[in-house]
């Protein structure tokens, strides 16, 4: 193999194509990550439709469009991408990778590929779905959706490899990123918009690491979003990646734990 590929894009994708065939053997992880994310916005939906958001200036579309986005973001990038690592890690996977051409960036680059690609293709889906089926219009900001859009799949690749780092198993793996998913899921404006929470609340909240992505969407489909809030959600997703790559480079391990 070292004979034919030499070229770092074409080592990480001789390795994204070999995830992608295992990820596409493993039942459990497709189901979550490819059905769950489409399933959720129902659920947004009838919950959005009981909401004042006249207010708020939101319609029940400008809620369930990023919080499908970010259900895809949680369910098929971070959570599935946990799984990958964490299993490659404990079947001495990535051990053996480093022995070769790759690099350490390559092979974290190479296995989250086919995840994010999945989010990637699935955010599209949803965002076409929810563009007919609850009749939105079409952003007026399309550069902060992408932009968000973009911070969350980087981010969420980035956490997934930290969490990784401290998932001791591939049974546990299923447990170690729900902290973050519920955090994520309750605060950071996937299910209940931060327009719609106390002022207090929503600061604390704008401060998660989910919460720029969403709001970048969010404000890309609202078009209310000014120059200095979309600085401040750059801002913050850079920060937390920035963070989380450190965190990764310095704690990520690299074979089982004995």
């Known amino acids: 193999m070292s004979g034919v590929v030499t070229t770092p894009g074409a080592r990480m994708a001789a390795l994204a194509r070999a995830e992608l ?73 990535l051990k053996r990778l480093r022995t070769g051409e790759l690099r350490d960036a390559e092979i974290m680059a190479g296995c989250a590929l086919p995840p994010v690609a999945t989010g990637l293709v699935q955010s599209l889906v949803l965002v076409a779905g929810c563009t007919v089926l609850l009749d939105v219009p079409a952003p007026p900001a399309p550069h902060l959706a992408v932009l968000g859009l973009l911070a969350g799949l980087v981010l969420c690749a980035a956490l997934a490899a930290l969490t990784a780092s401290f998932t001791r198993t591939s049974e546990s793996a299923q447990v170690t990123p729900m902290p973050f998913m519920l955090v994520s899921l309750l605060g950071s404006g996937v299910s209940v918009p931060l327009e719609v929470l106390p002022d207090r609340l929503a600061s604390l909240c704008e401060l998660l690491p989910l919460t720029p992505a969403i709001t970048l969407v969010r404000g890309g489909w609202t078009g209310d979003l000014s120059a200095y809030e979309a600085l401040g959600a750059v801002a913050t997703a850079v920060a937390w990646t920035v963070v989380a790559v450190f965190a990764v480079r310095r704690w990520f391990r690299w074979e089982p734990r004995r």
């Open 21 to 93: 065939t295992l990820l596409g053997r493993s039942r459990g992880t497709l189901v979550a990550a490819l059905f769950v994310p489409l399933v959720l916005p129902v659920s947004v939906r009838s919950a959005a439709e009981e909401m004042d958001l006249e207010k708020a200036g939101l319609s029940v579309g400008t809620v369930v469009l990023p919080a499908a986005i970010g259900f895809s973001l949680l369910f098929a990038v971070y959570a599935a991408l946990v799984g990958v690592f964490v299993t490659r890690r404990e079947e001495l996977v």
